[in-house]
C-alpha cells in the first residue's frame, strides 16, 4: 500500500512544483490523488464522456505539475481549490477545437484506484448543481474521506480502533439507521459514559485535523469554523 505523502497542504504544492525537489515524484502522486475526484467530477458535470473527462483531467493535472502553473499559487492569493478550480476552467478554454490529445505522463495504469464516478453518484452530486459546485462538493467528499482515514489509522495504532467505529456507527443515529448510544454500548461492550467520551473524541480529532485542512488550503480565518460545520455535514451524510 502506498504511503501517504506526510506534509502540509503547501509544502506539498512546492514540492509537486519543484522538479529538483527531493519527493517531487511523491508530491506528484499525492496532488493527484487528492485532486483527481474533483477535476473528473467537473468534467463529467460539463457532460465530457467518461474516457474524454479520464483524457483531460490527466493532462490537466500533469500540466499543473509540469509547468509553472503551480508554483504561482501561493497561500496569499486565497484558496488552493478556488485557484485550481480557475486554471482548470482556463485549460478547459485552451482544449476547444482539440479532439486528439497525446497520451500524457502519467499512464492510465498510474491513475488512482476506482477514478471512475459511477453514474449514480454524479447523479446525486449534480442535481440542480453548477459544474463548479460540483468540483466543490467532490472536493469536500475527498477531504472528508482522506481526514478520517488518517484519524481512524490514529486510532487503530494507538490501540482504541473501536473508538473510531463507534463514531462511525452513531454518528447519523438522527439521520437514518445509525445506532443509538445505548445500542452502541451493548453492540461495543461499552457504558454509555465511555461511548459518549468516544464520539466526543474522535468528532474533536476530526474538526481539528479539519481546521488545520483548511487553514492550509488558504481558508479565510473568518470562515473556518462555518466550513467545519459544513463538512461535518457532509461526513454524516456519507457515513450512511
Not at 505539475?65 to 499559487?73: E, M
Not at 485549460?91 to 459511477?118: A, C, H, M, N, Y
Amino acid at each position: 500500500m502506498r504511503e501517504p505523502f506526510q506534509t502540509t497542504n503547501w509544502r506539498l504544492v512546492d514540492a509537486a512544483g519543484d522538479s529538483q525537489h527531493l519527493d517531487h515524484r511523491a508530491a506528484r502522486d499525492e496532488l493527484v490523488l487528492r485532486y483527481w475526484k474533483p477535476v473528473y467530477s467537473f468534467l463529467l458535470a460539463l457532460h465530457f464522456s467518461n474516457e474524454d473527462a479520464e483524457d483531460l483531467a490527466q493532462e490537466f493535472l500533469t500540466r499543473l505539475c509540469d509547468r509553472n502553473w503551480i508554483r504561482r499559487a501561493s497561500p496569499e492569493r486565497g484558496r488552493f481549490r478556488t485557484y485550481l478550480l480557475t486554471l482548470l476552467k482556463r485549460f478547459l478554454s485552451d482544449q476547444v477545437g482539440i479532439r486528439s490529445r497525446k497520451q500524457t505522463q502519467f499512464e492510465r495504469s498510474s491513475l488512482p484506484g476506482q477514478r471512475r464516478i459511477s453514474e449514480d453518484q454524479l447523479n446525486l452530486l449534480s442535481h440542480s448543481l453548477t459544474a463548479e459546485e460540483v468540483f466543490l462538493k467532490r472536493w469536500s467528499s475527498s477531504l472528508i474521506e482522506r481526514v478520517c482515514e488518517e484519524v481512524r489509522v490514529d486510532y487503530q495504532t494507538q490501540g482504541r480502533a473501536s473508538w473510531f467505529d463507534v463514531f462511525s456507527a452513531c454518528l447519523i443515529a438522527e439521520e437514518a439507521e445509525g445506532l443509538s448510544q445505548r445500542e452502541a454500548a451493548n453492540q461495543f461492550g461499552m457504558t454509555r459514559d465511555q461511548i459518549r467520551y468516544a464520539i466526543a473524541d474522535v468528532k474533536r480529532k476530526i474538526e481539528q485535523r479539519l481546521k488545520e485542512e483548511l487553514r492550509l488550503d488558504g481558508c479565510p480565518p473568518e470562515e473556518i469554523e462555518e466550513e467545519i460545520q459544513d463538512l461535518m455535514r457532509t461526513l454524516a451524510v456519507q457515513c450512511d
